[in-house]
């Protein structure tokens, strides 16, 4: 008997030897804070990550934010427009192309941002993590995602 045999097959299909796995609990834990943390300021996760984009830099095409947040048209649009609803931005022709719709702000998106503000740091407290190992793990994930993007 070859004492170099390869792990039984059996093994690599139990749960807690998935990499995807423990990414989706990570995630499920990860959305449970910011639904907590983002109640106060009346948005969703999805909702966060575009006013987070425009609030970088402002006035974006729908296609440009698409681009940063991996979503395509169908999935951002109804985004949008609950937050256009909100009072948060406006959507509007491009004057330069009818085929794009420009992204901004209202006063009021602008203002949202001071509001949260906080949010970070309390994401921070809450992983229990050192700032080092954030950054690293952020890394390393970044890293993971463009090899799975590559692969497909």
Not at 62 to 78: C, F, K, M, N
Not at 114 to 129: D, E, H, Q, S, Y
Request: glycine share 8%; net charge positive; proline share 4%.
């Amino acid at each position: 008997m070859n004492a170099r045999q390869p792990p039984a097959t059996s093994s690599l299909l139990q749960l807690d030897q998935q990499l995807c796995f423990a990414l989706y609990a990570a995630n499920l834990a990860m959305g449970k804070v910011y639904r907590k943390l983002l109640a106060a300021l009346g948005l969703t996760y999805p909702q966060y990550l575009v006013m987070l984009v425009l609030w970088e830099r402002d006035g974006l095409t729908v296609s440009e934010i698409g681009e940063r947040l991996y979503l395509d048209s169908a999935t951002l649009t109804p985004l949008l427009k609950r937050l256009e609803s909100a009072g948060l931005l406006q959507r509007a022709r491009s004057a330069a192309d009818e085929r794009q719709v420009v992204v901004s702000l209202t006063a009021e998106g602008r203002v949202l941002k001071k509001r949260a503000g906080a949010v970070p740091g309390a994401l921070l407290c809450a992983t229990g993590c050192a700032p080092g190992e954030l950054r690293t793990l952020k890394h390393d994930l970044e890293r993971l995602r463009e090899g799975l993007a590559n692969a497909t």
